[in-house]
């Protein structure tokens, strides 16, 4: 199917174990939830070059404003609601979007400092930046609310995810096992080296590492699973159904950007909204 931006938006396919669809441009979860839209971008379908090629939704990071302007537009088309943008400083604080976060038109302003949002209005798209860093979408039960976070380490291991889950639950009148949450892609397992600092933010010490989310590498050295990073968090705070696909966004070149691997480099982002008025 396409956006009404002319950006190519397939559904997923079915396929075992696996959460995207086959050759599409963007990724989108396989949730049956009525009422509720989610996706995540690639570098694919924008107007951006050079190493922002193509869809650069990242303001400020050296592509030209009216060329960013022009894909966050595309992905507004393709939400069919204002993708609200954050300020994200790899902390745990979520934000309440309102009708008034839709501005008056257009891309709506970053104006918001956090690392997640949650909303029940259907005029705004809950919308997190990433380039290697582990974006999760959440639904309420018949799209009642929906939220989306920005899961670097530091803020998963502050509990960004948790503190998602709490709001989307209010804001949705549920309990935790009643979301469904979708895990986007990110770094991956083989190429997220970290260093004892990394473990002792998740309370896994050198003797504890082995059989959990790191694997040992040389001395002082781990390789970290993000996304099993994220789904124990998720588990452990009552969320049972949790899908997603371990894509590495650092293996990709040609499907995602990449801080770790590039340096300069575009943003993907990952939204997630209320497809119509379901308050």
Known sequence: MHGRAGVRVDAAVELPGRDVSVGAEWLAPRWPEA??????TTRVGGVSEGPFASMNLGAGIGDADDVVAANRARLAAACGAVPVFLRQVHGRRVVRLTDADAGAGGVAPTVHEADASVTTSPAVACTVLVADCLPVLFAA????AVGAAHAGWRGLAAGVVEATVEAVCEAGRCRAGELRAWLGACIGPRRFEVGADVLDAFAAGPQAAAGTA????????????LAALARNRLAAAGVVDVSGDYLCTVEDASRFFS??????????????????DRR
Do not use: Y
């Not at 039960?141 to 009642?144: D, E, L, N």
């Not at 790191?214 to 699973?225: C, H």
């Not at 801080?259 to 119509?276: E, H, L, N, Q, S």
């Open 35 to 40: 009422g509720v839209g989610a996706l995540m």
């Open 141 to 144: 039960p018949r799209g009642r």
């Open 214 to 225: 790191f694997t040992a590498l040389r001395p002082g050295k781990w390789l970290a699973d």
């Open 259 to 276: 801080f770790r691997r590039d340096r300069v480099t575009g943003r993907m982002a990952a939204a997630v909204w209320i497809a119509g």
